[in-house]
């Protein structure tokens, strides 16, 4: 089984608005971490939102937010006046309680910006 | 300033070759991955070092090597035994404690088989 879902391979926004980007994730472990990275086409990983398993406030740092639901297993990341540097590939990630400081990737979403 | 280098940017390998890629941290951290990224796809973790002298196989581990002799260089060895090479490799690092830490990723090694 996957243990993380990413379901939209690909999506259009217009600049100025905002997105959702869904992920969903399995996991049996009581304690663990979901991360949310951007990769542009040059390839590195650019870390973006971090969310602990225990962290009762949903996460934010500057235009991302994550909408952390933890009974249904989601952690979507929400980009608020999107950009269009914003366009890129986007990663959620898990990292379990008992699997070190191993990350675990979904498949991405590729979020285009249109002027 | 501190970062992760990999190298080389661009890598073509022969049929039957082996080939190294470089991963060198200045982070002090204590872990350091290897993930590989297919076209259109997410990372898959080949190896994971938590200390020096010390690692362990990750996800698709058939047919490459790594080596942690150091704290700050974690090579990986693409062997001839890794029958479909061609791909994007991501060297990261972590301080080894800390959920909440994030992964420092270098900027990638492109592997072309030719």
């Known amino acids: 089984a996957q243990k993380i879902t990413q379901t939209q391979p690909g999506m259009f926004v217009q600049e100025k608005e905002a997105v959702t980007l869904d992920c969903t994730y399995d996991t049996s472990d009581q304690s663990y971490g979901l991360f949310w990275y951007k990769q542009p086409s040059s390839g590195e990983m650019i870390f973006l939102i971090y969310q602990g398993s225990y962290d009762e406030q949903n996460a934010t740092e500057g235009r991302y937010s994550l909408n952390f639901q933890k009974a249904r297993k989601s952690a979507n990341l929400v980009i608020s006046a999107s950009q269009l540097g914003d366009s890129a590939m986007y990663f959620c990630?898990?990292?379990?309680?008992?699997?070190?400081?191993?990350?675990?990737f979904g498949g991405g979403t590729r979020v285009l910006v249109k002027p | 300033d501190g970062g992760i280098t990999q190298s080389p940017k661009y890598l073509f390998r022969k049929e039957g070759q082996n080939v190294t890629l470089s991963c060198e941290q200045n982070?002090?951290?204590?872990?350091m991955y290897w993930y590989r990224q297919d076209p259109g796809q997410g990372l898959r973790l080949i190896y994971y070092?938590?200390?020096?002298?010390?690692?362990q196989k990750g996800d698709i581990a058939e047919g490459y090597s790594v080596s942690r002799e150091k704290k700050e260089s974690f090579p990986l060895t693409v062997t001839s035994a890794q029958k479909n090479p061609t791909a994007f490799y991501l060297c990261?690092?972590?301080?080894?404690?800390?959920?909440?830490?994030?992964?420092?990723f270098g900027q990638g090694t492109r592997l072309t088989v030719v």
């Open positions: 982070l002090n951290h204590d872990a």
């Open positions: 990261a690092s972590t301080h080894s404690t800390g959920r909440a830490t994030e992964a420092f």
């Open positions: 070092s938590q200390i020096v002298n010390d690692f």
């Open positions: 990630a898990m990292r379990e309680g008992t699997a070190g400081n191993k990350l675990t």
